[in-house]
């Protein structure tokens, strides 16, 4: 197996992060583990999107947010140019239980960089790119009948490749936050869902960064359940879903720190830390190369 097919499908697991960078951040209490053993896959059936919000539904995603940020919605805005680091177990494409870290640095909404790193017969690590002029991977696919170059030269995106790591950006985007509370995100109700033992409300929700979202909400503290959207596995598009189980206060705001990553009911990966350092500022150039 080569090395971009070793570590491509990491580049399509999700997670991330928050405010103030913390090498151990407190953990929440949350409810009990999920079952594991009841674990489907989810189908997605969006109703049309509306022109506005329905009143009680963005009520419901206003004590959302004010849930994740005491009230500090201003805090989601420096996490549109920041830098995070997870680490965990990627089970896709391989042997379950592969330890992974994944590096990403954004600067929304035109560039971002995304590192994994995973320990599969040795370490295998791939880099891509997006900015508004170049898309880049590093390393190019080598060629398995010859030696791996000294000094790999990064290769650009391919048509597909380019839209799996631009919706792999979209994905970082929502789980910071901030794009739920963009002027131009709309919701609407959605069915009320039992997720693990937790009784969640249900949001359909379109932002700019993600077109649909299924979110479901803890109703005991307006806390994030579970994320529901199209993803892409293998150059396809698949519903995933992101279910968290702790949470980690950074800097005040509050997001995942132990969460799952599914797709067709089977577990991608499973992320354990978080670091964050949020409202920085990039050079343009830094997103040119790995």
Same mark, same amino acid.
């Given at each position: 197996?080569?090395?971009?097919?070793?570590?491509?499908?990491?580049?399509?697991?999700?997670? @991330?992060?928050?405010?103030? @960078?913390?090498?151990?951040?407190?953990?929440?209490?949350?409810?009990?583990?999920?079952?594991?053993?009841?674990?489907?896959?989810?189908?997605?059936?969006?109703?049309?999107?509306?022109?506005?919000?329905?009143?009680?539904?963005?009520?419901?995603?206003?004590?959302?947010?004010?849930?994740?940020?005491?009230?500090?919605?201003?805090?989601?805005?420096?996490?549109?140019?920041?830098?995070?680091?997870?680490?965990?177990?990627?089970?896709?494409?391989?042997?379950?239980?592969?330890?992974?870290?994944?590096?990403?640095?954004?600067?929304?909404?035109?560039?971002?960089?995304?590192?994994?790193?995973?320990?599969?017969?040795?370490?295998?690590?791939?880099?891509?790119?997006?900015?508004?002029?170049?898309?880049?991977?590093?390393?190019?696919?080598?060629?398995?009948?010859?030696?791996?170059?000294?000094?790999?030269?990064?290769?650009?995106?391919?048509?597909?490749?380019?839209?799996?790591?631009?919706?792999?950006?979209?994905?970082?985007?929502?789980?910071?936050?901030?794009?739920?509370?963009?002027?131009?995100?709309?919701?609407?109700?959605?069915?009320?869902?039992?997720?693990?033992?937790?009784? @969640?409300?249900?949001?359909?929700?379109?932002?700019?960064?993600?077109?649909?979202?299924?979110?479901?909400?803890?109703?005991?503290?307006?806390?994030?359940?579970?994320?529901?959207?199209?993803?892409?596995?293998?150059?396809?598009?698949?519903?995933?879903?992101?279910?968290?189980?702790?949470?980690?206060?950074?800097?005040?705001?509050?997001?995942?720190?132990?969460?799952?990553?599914?797709?067709?009911?089977?577990?991608?990966?499973?992320?354990?830390?978080?670091?964050?350092?949020?409202?920085?500022?990039?050079?343009?150039?830094?997103?040119?190369?790995?």
């Amino acid at each position: 197996m080569t090395a971009l097919r070793r570590t491509f499908p990491a580049m399509l697991l999700l997670a @991330c992060a928050i405010l103030g @960078c913390k090498p151990e951040p407190k953990t929440l209490p949350t409810a009990k583990p999920m079952d594991e053993t009841k674990v489907v896959a989810l189908e997605l059936k969006p109703p049309a999107k509306p022109e506005k919000s329905d009143p009680e539904a963005r009520k419901k995603l206003d004590a959302v947010l004010a849930a994740h940020t005491g009230g500090k919605l201003e805090l989601l805005q420096k996490l549109k140019s920041v830098s995070f680091t997870r680490n965990g177990l990627i089970n896709a494409d391989g042997p379950p239980g592969r330890t992974s870290v994944q590096t990403i640095d954004v600067d929304w909404p035109a560039r971002y960089k995304y590192r994994t790193e995973i320990q599969f017969d040795g370490l295998a690590v791939f880099q891509a790119g997006l900015t508004p002029t170049e898309n880049w991977r590093y390393p190019a696919e080598p060629d398995p009948s010859k030696p791996p170059p000294e000094k790999p030269e990064k290769q650009k995106l391919d048509g597909e490749v380019t839209l799996t790591v631009r919706r792999q950006m979209q994905e970082d985007a929502l789980f910071l936050l901030f794009p739920f509370a963009d002027p131009l995100t709309v919701v609407l109700p959605a069915e009320d869902a039992t997720i693990g033992d937790k009784a @969640c409300f249900g949001l359909h929700v379109w932002t700019p960064a993600l077109e649909y979202v299924l979110v479901h909400v803890e109703k005991a503290n307006s806390m994030l359940v579970r994320y529901a959207f199209k993803g892409r596995e293998r150059r396809s598009e698949v519903v995933k879903e992101l279910v968290f189980e702790e949470f980690g206060d950074f800097g005040g705001v509050k997001l995942g720190t132990k969460i799952y990553l599914r797709a067709v009911g089977t577990d991608l990966a499973s992320w354990r830390s978080l670091t964050v350092t949020a409202g920085k500022t990039f050079e343009p150039k830094y997103f040119d190369n790995p």
